[in-house]
């Protein structure tokens, strides 16, 4: 009976394996667009902003405060969007620590393989929530930095 708990416990964890690599491969997904516009059109601003603060005119100083100054909205545009998806990840991770708890939990009470049943049903709803949050994340994103789909 043993072996039947592991096994239908390794074929568990494969399904939730790839469940995760698919919430992976909706967020690249959806958020192709925002890291295109912080990469490419913010970078591009950039380069164009920095390229005119070097003038033979200007001190040293002056050209690297001007240069300084044309980073801005590529590092904090980076940091906002590092910071929300810092904030998905913590929030999606409690979320599968609370199933990982109720698993704990429920092994005592119930055979393994009930328990690990249930386990992937609040794995499956905990990505499905995240999944659905994904687009509101993005959308805010896109509002912040003046998107537009």
Known sequence: MEHIAAAEEQIVTERIRRKLEEVNASAQSQLSPIQDHINFTLQQAYFKCAYECFDRSRKQEEIANCVE?????????????????????????????????????????????????????????????????????????????????
């Open 69 to 149: 100054h044309c980073s801005v909205p590529v590092v904090k545009s980076q940091q906002y969007f590092e910071g929300e998806m810092a904030q998905f990840q913590e929030r999606m991770n409690r979320s599968l620590m609370v199933c990982q708890d109720k698993y704990e939990a429920s092994k005592l009470h119930k055979n393994r393989v009930d328990a690990t049943k249930d386990m992937e049903g609040c794995v499956n709803q905990s990505i499905e929530e995240s999944l659905n949050t994904l687009p509101h994340i993005v959308q805010r994103m896109k509002t912040a930095f003046s998107i537009r789909d």
